[in-house]
Structures are given as C-alpha cells and as structure tokens.
C-alpha cells in the first residue's frame, strides 16, 4: 500500500524544496513579541551608555593603565567599539540562544509542528528554514547594536578615527572595516551558542528550556575557561577566544586568535547542528 509521504510525493506540483519558504518563516519571527522586544533591548543599550557617560563624567585610566573602556567618548567608532566590547561576553549570547533555541521548541509548544510537518514540510527542510533564519536574525541583532551605537556615539563625541588604548589610531575608514570584520568574528564565536540552543530547540516541547540551557552552557564555559589550572586545555574551549577580535582593532592587527577562534567554533557548531538534524530525524512528533 502507498504511504501518504510517497503520494505527496509523487503528487502533481508538489516540491519540497517549495515547502515552508525562508520569507514566510522570516515574515513569522519578526512579527514575534520577542523579536521586537530584543531589538529594542540592543536598541536601548547605546543610550544607556551615553547616560552613564554623561553622569559619570569622561571616563579615564586607572594605575595608569587605558582600556578600550577609557576610550569611549574619543568617538564615535570608540563608542561603538566599546558597545561591542561589554555585550559580547553576555548580552549578544541572549539575542542568540533565543532566536536559534526558541524556534523548534515554540512550534512543538503550539502544538503546531505536526501540523506543519502534515503539510508535508520534510523534516530536514522545516530544521534548515528555521535554522537560516534564526541565524539571520542573530546576526542582524549583532549588528544594529554597532549601527546604533555608532549613529549615537557620533551625535554625541563626533566622527573621528578610532583611538587605540595603547597608543595610536586607526583613521575612519580603516575603523569601519575593522569593525565589520569585529563584527564577523563575533558572529562566528556565537555559533557554538546556537548549535547548542537550536539542538536543545528539537530535543525538548519548552523554549525557555532550550535558550536558558544554551545561556547556561555558554555561561559554564566562561567559567571553566577561567579556571587557569586548565592551562592548554582552555585553548579547546570557545569561551576562550572570544575576545580575540580585539586583536583586530590594533595599528598592526594579529590574526591568529581570530583564526583558531574561527575553527574551534566552527568545529562545534557543525557537530551540534549535525546532531539536531540526525536527532530531529528520527524524533516521534506528538506534539
């Protein structure tokens, strides 16, 4: 006897490849509460920021030492290099977890992903539009933050080079480009984050599960990369690299953290993805 996969199948005009598009998926998530409300999170943190500033007063070096923190009103490429700096470690780790982990999840909550895998959407096409579109979105959250931060720092420091805190600067356009590739490479570092969060997504019917599983995780592995008695096995650790962009913002900038940063999340992300598809495969669908 014929399945009822085989029939859809074989039906006249059926493709699977035309099944659950990336911009109705895309169309979806945007109009999500969350999407918004995280945009307006990232939105929010430049003028935050400019407050302190203003209330604080300039910041400056402490034992004679400067950061890229004392930096921050040199600019607006100062100001916007610092939003990066103390968002990275946490807060962009959130916009991530939640957009890659809340997706599969959300759906089995609903009581919706049987329904759309009745559709039929095959299983592997329903993961990849969700997948593409979760990292979509995160990657769009990592950069309306130095967008914003940008058009904010430059209202209020102006538009000048990038100072560099040990000395030197990098002149606006080279800024620009560094920060791009600033940008890039965080992204990247973030991939372990949504492997993690988009394999938690198909594994459990409970998004909260799924994203504060991946935060958690993300969180232990900060923690573990600052145990030093590691020593070299800290190298094997995502957390562990995921400051090298400063290395990019340099007069003469160093590549090689980047690099290896670059494989070992790579390296993850692809295990991590692989399994939820494998996973996801061979999931019953009950809810």
């Not at 929010?44 to 890229?68: E, K, Q, S, W, Y």
Request: proline content about 5%; aromatic content about 10%.
């Amino acid at each position: 006897m014929t399945t009822l996969t085989q029939r859809t199948e074989t039906a006249s005009g059926y493709k699977a490849t035309h099944t659950l598009p990336l911009r109705v998926e895309l169309v979806r998530q945007l109009k999500r509460r969350r999407t918004l409300v995280m945009a307006g999170i990232l939105a929010a943190l430049p003028f935050i920021l400019l407050i302190a500033f203003a209330i604080g007063g300039t910041p400056d070096g402490r034992n004679n030492t400067v950061t890229l923190m004392d930096t921050a009103t040199a600019s607006g490429a100062n100001f916007a290099a610092v939003n990066l700096f103390v968002s990275a470690g946490f807060l962009l780790v959130i916009p991530v977890a939640l957009f890659c982990g809340d997706t599969v999840a959300s759906e089995a909550g609903w009581s919706s992903l049987r329904y759309l895998l009745a559709a039929p959407v095959p299983r592997a096409r329903l993961l990849w539009s969700k997948l593409v579109v979760g990292l979509a979105l995160s990657l769009a959250a990592m950069i309306l933050l130095p967008l914003v931060a940008l058009a904010v720092g430059t209202a209020a420091y102006g538009w000048g080079p990038l100072q560099i805190p040990t000395g030197g600067s990098l002149d606006t356009g080279t800024a620009t480009q560094r920060l791009l590739i600033v940008v890039a490479y965080i992204f990247v570092s973030q991939l372990v984050t949504a492997g993690l969060a988009f394999w938690l997504s198909t594994k459990t019917d409970a998004p909260l599960g799924a994203v504060g599983g991946a935060v958690g995780l993300t969180i232990v592995g900060n923690v573990l990369d600052a145990v030093t008695a590691l020593g070299h096995w800290r190298d094997f650790l995502p957390a562990h690299w995921q400051f090298a962009w400063a290395d990019a913002v340099q007069p003469h900038p160093e590549w090689s953290g980047m690099i290896q940063g670059t494989a070992i999340s790579i390296t993850y992300a692809l295990v991590l993805f692989a399994l939820a598809f494998r996973g996801f495969a061979r999931k019953d669908i009950v809810s």
